[in-house]
């Protein structure tokens, strides 16, 4: 049997850097904080052949002094926490004091610095265990870390090293990671010579452009809620900008990127009412936690935590998150929303039925206004607000209907195209939710109840679900063993096609069971119900009722949306239709 032995302090080293550096984006993150922590306002990236030849950091930080920068290569050496009660409350980055000592211990690293005063920089040099003496070097302030050759005298790790390209891929995303948490700092990336990123410093919003994208810049809203010491701010996309990946996904927790579980599902959560399952959000947000209520103290690699209070850093996130995307009224920012709608009298031009020459559809459906407003068509139309040509609705006025699926709109940015379809399926859904959360969804007793063959599982489905039935307001019976009869529907669902409504209903109920569709699949029901009940392509509307849709979906939360994710409207400003005709040309 062998005999226990101290292993050399090299050896502790190279283990220690496969948990701390586990290929060069992990170097370069470590090395982007440490210049953070230093106070950094500027910081250069400089990388060859994807960071495995060559990542060298330089910042303008505070720097280090002369005497401490063997120390600063030495493993457990730090300045950021002296006691175990600062590490329970660290604000900083780094506190384990490993990172420059594990890569040193599988590169050679050249770590220059100049502190402010001082007449002229100094250096030391590492290559595994052997770290040089304090030499003078040139350096105009801050502090600069040249590795190179990573992995040189640990092959085996080498070989598990992607091709430049990816190992490259890996360092620019955590780059971008570094920048989004500071947008106030201003950083450079280089890569074999060429200039790849350089960011000024500058607001969040224009960071996120930078980095993601104008499209995600332009569409994105902006949450920012408090609560009980915790706050929730940055930017989410609109459920129509979702991805096919996760890839523009980015969570901080005082200002450290964290891969969480607990925060994911509560994102997930709060868009799965407008989103479809498919689909990825994007988002850059941050989560600021007394640090006391965070520990950051979980992996070498510092991107998982954990929270004392998990339950309520769950649920702020989520309810954060669900008001956002519930106040986002015909794309206004979220403080517009409150902003209610007067109840007045309609304009002159939309009272009186004029738009000009263009042919609009009159025929009114028979229960368009009972299904929006219990109202039957020949009551008085919703009062529209009396803007003077002010202060609009955001979704503005109908001008008229196009090929029976859109309605044409002018407000103050230019023309506004809803579908009326997916609009109207959001506004049933939002009602059909609200009166399933009350257990009020009133039944509409059928004058004629209808009859149809069913399959014998559907007979049975009635048969043993009667209750969950009633309780989303439908009065189902079997006629016979191979056929039932409809005799009320759900209020808001009395203009649908009565059948194929039944049979999606006890589809659903049939596939997945009571409890779950009136627990887990409850919304994936209410959209099912909303779907057939929601205004169908071709059915002409008057202005009146137009107007009528576009005052409800400003009303409704989510409305920006239907129950798939796809948008209900889209804005065209007079800019864009100026370019478009070459006006100003």
């Given at each position: 049997?062998?005999s226990i032995?101290?292993?050399?302090?090299?050896?502790?080293?190279?283990?220690a850097?496969?948990?701390v550096?586990?290929?060069p984006a992990?170097a370069l993150?470590?090395?982007?904080?440490n210049?953070?922590?230093?106070g950094a306002?500027?910081?250069?990236?400089?990388?060859?052949?994807?960071?495995?030849?060559?990542?060298?950091?330089?910042?303008?930080?505070?720097?280090?002094?002369?005497?401490?920068?063997?120390?600063?290569?030495?493993?457990?050496a730090?300045?950021?926490?002296?006691?175990?009660?600062?590490?329970?409350?660290?604000?900083?980055?780094?506190?384990?004091?490993?990172?420059?000592?594990?890569?040193?211990?599988v590169a050679h690293?050249t770590?220059?610095?100049?502190?402010?005063?001082e007449?002229?920089a100094?250096a030391v040099?590492?290559?595994?265990?052997?770290?040089?003496?304090?030499g003078?070097?040139?350096?105009?302030?801050g502090?600069?870390?040249?590795?190179?050759?990573l992995?040189?005298?640990?092959?085996?790790?080498?070989?598990?090293?992607?091709?430049?390209?990816?190992?490259?891929?890996?360092?620019?995303?955590a780059?971008?990671?570094?920048?989004?948490?500071r947008?106030?700092?201003?950083?450079?990336?280089e890569?074999?010579?060429?200039?790849?990123?350089?960011?000024k410093?500058?607001?969040?919003?224009?960071?996120?452009g930078?980095?993601?994208?104008?499209?995600?810049?332009?569409?994105?809203?902006a949450?920012?809620?408090?609560?009980?010491?915790?706050?929730?701010?940055?930017?989410?996309?609109?459920?129509?900008?979702?991805?096919?990946?996760?890839?523009?996904?980015?969570?901080?927790?005082?200002?450290?990127f964290?891969?969480?579980?607990?925060?994911?599902?509560?994102?997930r959560?709060a868009?799965?009412?407008?989103?479809?399952h498919?689909?990825?959000?994007?988002?850059?947000?941050f989560?600021?936690?007394?640090?006391?209520q965070?520990?950051?103290?979980?992996?070498?690699?510092k991107?998982?935590?954990?929270f004392?209070?998990?339950?309520?850093?769950?649920?702020?996130?989520?309810?954060?998150l669900h008001?956002?995307?519930?106040?986002?009224?015909?794309?206004?920012?979220?403080?517009?929303?409150?902003?209610?709608?007067?109840a007045?009298?309609?304009p002159?031009?939309f009272?009186?039925?004029?738009?000009?020459?263009?042919?609009?559809?009159?025929a009114?459906?028979?229960?368009?206004y009972?299904?929006?407003?219990?109202?039957?068509?020949?009551?008085?139309?919703?009062?529209?607000?009396?803007?003077?040509?002010?202060d609009?609705?955001?979704?503005?006025?109908?001008l008229?209907?196009?090929?029976g699926?859109?309605?044409?709109?002018?407000?103050?940015?230019?023309?506004v195209?809803?579908?009326m379809?997916?609009a109207?399926?959001?506004i049933?859904?939002?009602?059909?939710?609200?009166?399933l959360?009350?257990?009020e969804?009133p039944?509409?007793?059928?004058?004629v109840?209808?009859?149809?063959?069913?399959?014998?599982?559907?007979?049975?489905?009635?048969e043993?679900?009667a209750?969950?039935?009633?309780?989303?307001?439908?009065?189902?019976?079997?006629?016979?063993?191979?056929?039932?009869?409809v005799r009320?529907?759900?209020?808001p669902?009395?203009?649908?096609?009565?059948?194929?409504?039944v049979?999606?209903?006890?589809?659903e109920?049939?596939?997945y069971?009571?409890?779950?569709?009136?627990?887990?699949?409850?919304n994936?029901?209410?959209?099912?119900?909303?779907?057939?009940?929601?205004v169908?392509?071709?059915?002409?509307?008057?202005?009146?009722?137009?107007?009528?849709?576009?005052?409800?979906?400003?009303?409704?939360e989510?409305?920006?949306?239907?129950?798939?994710g796809r948008?209900?409207?889209?804005?065209?400003?007079?800019?864009?239709?100026?370019?478009?005709?070459?006006?100003?040309?």
């Amino acid at each position: 049997m062998a005999s226990i032995r101290v292993l050399s302090e090299l050896l502790v080293s190279q283990i220690a850097a496969g948990e701390v550096v586990e290929r060069p984006a992990s170097a370069l993150k470590e090395l982007l904080e440490n210049s953070l922590d230093a106070g950094a306002q500027a910081i250069t990236v400089q990388l060859a052949g994807g960071g495995t030849k060559l990542i060298k950091v330089a910042d303008d930080g505070g720097g280090i002094a002369r005497d401490e920068l063997r120390l600063a290569l030495a493993r457990h050496a730090t300045s950021k926490i002296e006691s175990l009660e600062e590490l329970e409350r660290v604000a900083s980055l780094g506190f384990r004091g490993e990172a420059l000592a594990s890569i040193a211990a599988v590169a050679h690293v050249t770590l220059t610095s100049r502190r402010g005063g001082e007449q002229h920089a100094w250096a030391v040099s590492a290559s595994g265990p052997d770290v040089s003496r304090a030499g003078p070097a040139a350096l105009a302030g801050g502090t600069s870390v040249e590795v190179r050759d990573l992995y040189f005298n640990t092959p085996a790790r080498r070989k598990f090293l992607k091709s430049e390209a990816t190992e490259y891929a890996h360092c620019q995303e955590a780059f971008r990671r570094i920048a989004l948490s500071r947008p106030e700092v201003a950083f450079a990336l280089e890569h074999n010579g060429r200039v790849q990123e350089n960011l000024k410093p500058g607001s969040l919003r224009s960071r996120i452009g930078a980095l993601l994208g104008e499209e995600f810049h332009d569409a994105a809203l902006a949450p920012d809620e408090s609560s009980s010491g915790l706050r929730l701010s940055g930017a989410i996309g609109l459920p129509a900008h979702a991805r096919a990946s996760r890839e523009a996904q980015y969570f901080f927790v005082n200002g450290r990127f964290v891969r969480d579980k607990l925060a994911a599902h509560a994102i997930r959560q709060a868009y799965q009412d407008v989103l479809h399952h498919e689909r990825h959000p994007a988002y850059v947000l941050f989560l600021e936690v007394p640090p006391g209520q965070v520990d950051v103290n979980v992996h070498p690699a510092k991107t998982e935590v954990r929270f004392r209070d998990a339950r309520a850093v769950h649920q702020f996130i989520f309810h954060a998150l669900h008001r956002t995307l519930a106040q986002s009224v015909a794309g206004a920012a979220p403080a517009a929303r409150s902003e209610s709608v007067p109840a007045a009298a309609p304009p002159r031009a939309f009272a009186a039925g004029g738009t000009g020459n263009m042919a609009l559809g009159l025929a009114e459906p028979s229960a368009f206004y009972e299904t929006l407003f219990g109202r039957s068509s020949g009551a008085p139309a919703p009062a529209l607000p009396d803007t003077g040509g002010h202060d609009e609705a955001p979704l503005g006025f109908a001008l008229a209907q196009l090929s029976g699926v859109y309605v044409l709109a002018q407000n103050r940015h230019g023309l506004v195209i809803v579908d009326m379809h997916a609009a109207h399926e959001r506004i049933m859904y939002e009602k059909l939710k609200g009166a399933l959360e009350r257990q009020e969804i009133p039944m509409q007793p059928l004058l004629v109840p209808v009859t149809f063959p069913a399959e014998a599982l559907d007979v049975a489905t009635v048969e043993e679900h009667a209750e969950v039935l009633r309780a989303v307001g439908f009065e189902l019976a079997a006629a016979s063993p191979a056929s039932l009869v409809v005799r009320a529907v759900p209020a808001p669902l009395a203009d649908a096609d009565a059948r194929p409504l039944v049979s999606d209903v006890l589809r659903e109920i049939r596939e997945y069971g009571a409890s779950r569709v009136l627990t887990e699949r409850r919304n994936e029901l209410l959209g099912t119900m909303a779907c057939h009940a929601a205004v169908r392509a071709n059915r002409k509307l008057t202005l009146p009722e137009m107007n009528a849709l576009l005052r409800e979906m400003e009303e409704t939360e989510r409305s920006g949306q239907c129950n798939h994710g796809r948008p209900t409207w889209h804005q065209i400003t007079v800019a864009e239709l100026d370019k478009l005709f070459m006006r100003g040309r």
